[in-house]
């Protein structure tokens, strides 16, 4: 992992000083991870990286030390298909042509079964093998529709409850500089999925919608009380010390007034078990995790939920779960989500409407009553269908 306060830079050199094999070509290893020549990057702290830009520096990283075995976990969450397939490739370039050996563990089930040679699944704590030609991917979430879907006259009944007009926003330096030139909005009690190649800047536009950033130009109209922007990391956003307890019940007193019942109610209505209160957030699994950092933003019962890949890294019968959850909360409290995510299938299951961010604009916006993908009219848009149905 990353230091969190260092440079990547900085945190690669440690990396290379300590372990780095002498004969090894550092330049070569950075060509295989596709971060040659790209300074820019390694000047920026984690935390302004993309995810698929930090995947390419763990994987130097790891490749530096030159192991036998390179183990991976999750090396493609959170990180679009065309990205997870250019990393993908890199390892088994470095693995063949360093005659290594690299084993990887993933829910992404589809992009396994089309890039390694041998697949295996666990059944009954058994690794049986699977055979690709007989692989079929089990879409959880598609086992049934989402029943909240709006119509499509919701938006011309309804005022957005945020909208953004040629909202300008622009960080970095040189060939590096990242502008964004939106107009996007968002409807009471619908579901927008936000999508896009890996650095793109789709979480940089949830931040903004969340106030955490502020344009730097442009029109904002914001008709919501409340936002609650939930990241990638879940455990990054908890104390990894203290029980869940003493940080969730601090939360509940600050908004009590819009609750009648106790917080323990609070909690069953939250479907949180209570033995998971005296547990710290490592101590949870990770879709326990993710559970508990919805129910804490949903403490304060937003008007508006920004899921940031908080999904990823789930199989996808937890990810079912988890949505289903939500819908249920939502349909109780009437409140609208805008879901940022490379998984082209939940975005095809749950969102009414579907935006395709590349190069800082909003290069599609689809509306998803049938067929949305073949209402595509940008490259990228086709690209980023054909590399997850391909």
């Given at each position: 992992t990353l230091s969190p306060i260092h440079r990547v830079g900085v945190s690669r050199e440690d990396v290379f000083k300590a372990h780095a094999d002498r004969s090894l070509d550092v330049e070569s290893v950075l060509e295989y991870c596709s971060l040659s020549g790209n300074e820019e990057l390694l000047n920026r702290y984690p935390h302004q990286c993309s995810g698929g830009e930090l995947q390419r520096v763990i994987l130097a990283m790891s490749i530096f030390q030159m192991p036998d075995l390179l183990l991976l976990d999750e090396p493609t969450a959170g990180i679009d298909q065309l990205t997870a397939r250019?990393?993908?490739r890199d390892i088994q370039a470095w693995v063949r042509e360093n005659d290594r050996i690299c084993f990887i563990a993933s829910h992404d089930e589809n992009l396994l079964s089309k890039n390694v040679d041998f697949l295996f699944e666990i059944n009954k704590e058994k690794l049986v093998p699977?055979?690709?030609?007989?692989?079929?991917?089990?879409?959880?979430?598609?086992q049934e529709q989402n029943q909240l879907r709006s119509d499509a006259t919701t938006r011309l009944e309804n005022s957005p409850i945020y909208q953004v007009t040629d909202g300008f926003f622009t960080f970095g330096n040189g060939n590096e500089k990242l502008s964004f030139e939106v107009d996007l909005?968002?409807?009471?009690?619908?579901?927008?999925?936000?999508?896009g190649i890996s650095g793109a800047g789709k979480s940089t536009i949830g931040k903004l919608i969340a106030?955490?950033?502020?344009?730097?130009?442009?029109?904002?109209?914001?008709?919501?009380?409340?936002?609650?922007y939930l990241s990638q990391d879940s455990v990054q956003n908890f104390h990894p010390y203290?029980?869940?307890?003493?940080?969730?019940?601090?939360?509940?007193?600050?908004?009590?007034?819009?609750?009648?019942t106790s917080f323990k109610e609070v909690l069953q209505i939250l479907q949180i078990e209570e033995e998971w209160m005296d547990r710290t957030i490592l101590g949870l699994s990770g879709g326990q995790r993710q559970r508990m950092l919805i129910a804490r933003a949903l403490l304060c019962k937003p008007d508006l939920l920004i899921i940031d890949e908080s999904f990823s890294g789930l199989d996808g019968i937890s990810k079912y779960k988890?949505?289903?959850?939500?819908?249920?909360?939502?349909?109780?409290?009437?409140?609208?989500?805008?879901?940022?995510?490379?998984?082209?299938?939940m975005i095809d299951k749950v969102c009414d409407y579907i935006f395709i961010l590349h190069d800082g604009k909003i290069v599609d916006k689809l509306d998803n009553f049938g067929n949305w993908e073949k209402k595509a009219t940008h490259t990228v848009t086709k690209r980023l269908i054909n590399a997850y149905i391909y």
């Open positions: 250019s990393i993908l699977v055979r690709p030609s007989l692989y079929q991917v089990q879409n959880a979430i598609g909005e968002i409807y009471p009690n619908e579901i927008v999925g936000l999508t106030g955490h950033l502020q344009w730097k130009s442009g029109s904002e109209s914001i008709c919501f009380r409340q936002v609650q203290k029980i869940m307890k003493y940080q969730l019940h601090p939360i509940y007193k600050r908004w009590e007034h819009l609750w009648s988890l949505w289903k959850w939500i819908e249920y909360l939502r349909l109780k409290w009437s409140f609208s989500i805008l879901v940022i995510t490379h998984d082209l299938n």
